[in-house]
């Protein structure tokens, strides 16, 4: 695609198009720095607090327009999206920069569809082996429904030059 074509395409947009293409472009220049950075920017990912108490890991999205699907409500794909970054972030959280880790399985039971505003995903771990993490996670709305819950199964990978915990 020419510089013109992308130009003229640009031209016919709206002004909140316009911006959702401004925001996809500088994801996509983010990611070369960061593999997720245009998944967490097209979700507006935020990672929240850490509930010491209740041993939970807080993330939010954002359900914006572009993320619905054609019944107007967000695609069950960036749902389970969503959930699968929230809990490999609460890895990165547990274990800091020493770790990352890959989804093994995921299942998503959706309760509720979401239509708009703000998700929170609440992450707790419920099993912590050598390799092994078993995490449970609730999304609730705004209104505090719960839209979806999920048990993932990750496997831990350690960084080059680290030892065991």
């Not at 960061?34 to 097209?42: D, G, H, M």
């Not at 020493?98 to 995921?106: F, K, N």
């Amino acid at each position: 695609m020419t510089h013109d074509a992308i130009l003229k395409e640009v031209e016919g947009l709206n002004s909140d198009e316009r911006e959702e293409i401004h925001k996809l472009i500088q994801a996509l220049k983010r990611s070369r720095m960061s593999p997720l950075a245009f998944v967490e920017e097209l979700m507006h990912f935020e990672v929240g607090t850490v509930l010491e108490r209740d041993r939970l890991y807080e993330h939010r999205m954002e359900v914006t327009e572009a993320l619905k699907n054609r019944f107007g409500m967000l695609h069950g794909g960036i749902t389970a999206t969503f959930i699968d970054t929230a809990m490999g972030s609460t890895v990165f959280q547990m274990t800091g920069s020493t770790e990352g880790a890959v989804t093994l399985d995921l299942k998503v039971n959706f309760i509720k569809p979401a239509l708009s505003g703000w998700l929170t995903a609440q992450t707790e771990v419920v099993q912590k082996g050598g390799t092994i993490i078993v995490m449970h996670t609730r999304v609730y709305d705004e209104g505090k429904d719960v839209i979806a819950t999920a048990t993932g199964t990750f496997y831990r990978m350690r960084r080059r030059g680290t030892s065991k915990a």
